[in-house]
């Protein structure tokens, strides 16, 4: 039995339970009373870390980053520093590598840290659903203001935490019909991850060029995959190297495509590096795009046509949404979905 749990049998806010539970004046006695009787007929016990911890609190925010480590996430790390910093509070980082990740380590940190607040970076949890749906409802039991960024909570738990991040499947539905404009019917989607994380970010992108297609009709030609070879690292270079290489091998070096949309920036560049390998020139013989819209795309020869995140904007929703969490811990969830813009480059040609 969790606090939310209680609190929904009892059609109360959470932070309801959590005073009535506390014994303090500002509950209705009726109230109080009516919570305490199913405390006790449910087996609820509160949570004395919990207590502690938010009793003990440092004026600091963790930003826990799990798996991959990119620049898009460094990037968003530091705006967010600056934010909590505007606002009075020191930031951490903590980097969990996918090695090594898994529900007790998180949870563990979470507990053990004393924070104020906490900022999930980048993927969260694990392939296996049920552990992470118990993670999900083990931090919620916290009771810390916690906000998932550039991704949600994908455990297969209801919603208990709130999120900020860009609509992947939108961003890569626009980087598609951007192609089918352009002429291009035979495009390939560079980066299809395992089936067992469907719901993370490269799976929300093949979902929307998958739409683009369908909603295309008959004439946009046919679904393309490239699968990941690299899996530790899906969005690196070395993926989508790798992976277009080996696409390309099986195909005696002749694209069966004549445009490539990478599932991330990095994975674009790399991308590219097989196509020149294998004597084929981008855009020329087959055009190129990427997702995220940083830096790596902008200056790589020939400029990379990308699906550019609103790094700013996406740091700065989950600041206020963190911040107004932590000022009122019973207000309502938010899930936070931020539209990107397609930046043309020259890594694509109209055919």
């Known amino acids: 039995m969790t606090i939310r749990e209680l609190a929904r049998i009892?059609?109360?806010?959470?932070?309801?339970?959590?005073r009535a539970m506390n014994d303090r004046s500002d509950v209705n006695p009726e109230t109080r009373d009516r919570i305490r009787a199913a405390a006790a007929a449910h087996g609820y016990v509160p949570n004395a870390s919990a207590q502690r911890l938010k009793i003990s609190a440092t004026q600091t925010i963790s930003v826990i980053i799990q798996g991959e480590l990119g620049q898009l996430l460094i990037e968003i790390w530091e705006h967010l520093e600056r934010l909590f910093a505007d606002a009075g509070y020191e930031t951490t980082v903590t980097h969990i590598s996918k090695r090594?990740?898994?529900?007790?380590?998180?949870?563990?940190?979470?507990?053990g840290g004393k924070f104020?607040?906490?900022v999930f970076l980048g993927r969260y949890g694990s392939a296996d659903r049920e552990a992470s749906a118990l993670l999900s409802r083990r931090l919620a039991e916290i009771e810390l203001p916690m906000v998932f960024c550039t991704t949600?909570?994908?455990?297969?738990?209801?919603?208990?935490?709130?999120?900020?991040s860009v609509d992947d499947q939108a961003g890569v539905y626009d980087l598609t019909s951007h192609l089918l404009s352009q002429g291009h019917r035979r495009i390939a989607f560079v980066g299809a991850g395992d089936e067992r994380d469907r719901e993370h970010a490269w799976a929300l992108r093949l979902a929307g060029y998958r739409t683009a297609l369908a909603d295309a009709g008959p004439d946009a030609g046919p679904e393309i995959i490239v699968p990941s070879l690299v899996d530790a690292q899906l969005y690196s270079m070395a993926n989508g190297y790798e992976s277009v290489r080996a696409w390309l091998a099986s195909s005696d070096g002749v694209p069966p495509a004549t445009a490539l949309l990478a599932i991330?920036?990095?994975?674009?560049?790399?991308?590219?590096?097989a196509l020149s390998e294998a004597g084929l020139r981008v855009p020329e013989d087959c055009s190129l795009v990427g997702f995220d819209g940083l830096d790596i795309a902008r200056y790589s020869v020939p400029r990379i046509t990308t699906l550019a995140q609103p790094i700013a904007e996406i740091a700065s929703s989950t600041a206020r949404v963190l911040l107004e969490t932590m000022r009122s811990p019973s207000r309502a969830l938010?899930?936070?979905w931020i539209r990107g813009r397609v930046v043309p480059g020259e890594s694509v040609r109209a055919v």
């Open 334 to 336: 938010e899930q936070v």
């Open 100 to 111: 090594s990740s898994d529900p007790e380590s998180v949870e563990r940190i979470v507990r």
């Open 116 to 118: 104020s607040g906490v």
């Open 10 to 18: 009892c059609g109360v806010a959470v932070s309801t339970v959590s």
């Open 264 to 273: 991330s920036d990095a994975a674009a560049v790399g991308a590219a590096r």
């Open 152 to 164: 949600v909570d994908f455990s297969g738990a209801d919603a208990l935490h709130s999120s900020v």
